[in-house]
């Protein structure tokens, strides 16, 4: 005599708001992942132009002025607190970064002043 089917186990009570939640989660992420695309160009476009300006400003500064780096701060337009500077004094350049996104390097050549590094696309 054959077995019965065995009925399908019913979904708890538990494991229902578990799939409600990971369905909002995902329905969040994709929303913030193309909010994201969409704001990426903008975002992109002023971290690479500020890191330029800070490069730009505070090599001429330091090589030009002979101001010490952390005071070239000061030259900054207010909303550059992202922005941080690291010095090659060997190169005579500056180098300005805004996290994860940007990098730019300006050099100090005589008779030019700073020249930014060619940008790359």
Do not use: H
Not at 68 to 94: H, N, Q, Y
């Amino acid at each position: 005599m054959a077995k019965p089917a065995a009925s399908p186990k019913p979904v708890s009570s538990s494991t229902q708001p578990r799939r409600r939640r990971l369905r909002w989660a995902l329905l969040a992420l994709a929303f913030l992942a193309g909010g994201g695309a969409f704001v990426w160009p903008q975002l992109y476009g002023y971290a690479v132009t500020g890191a330029a300006y800070g490069a730009r400003v505070a090599c001429s500064c330091r090589f030009v002025g002979g101001r010490p780096l952390g005071d070239c701060r000061k030259d900054f337009e207010p909303g550059m607190d992202l922005i941080t500077l690291t010095e090659d004094a060997t190169a005579r350049s500056v180098t300005a970064r805004f996290p994860l996104i940007a990098r730019q390097t300006a050099t100090y050549r005589e008779g030019w002043g700073c020249v930014m590094e060619p940008w790359g696309n």
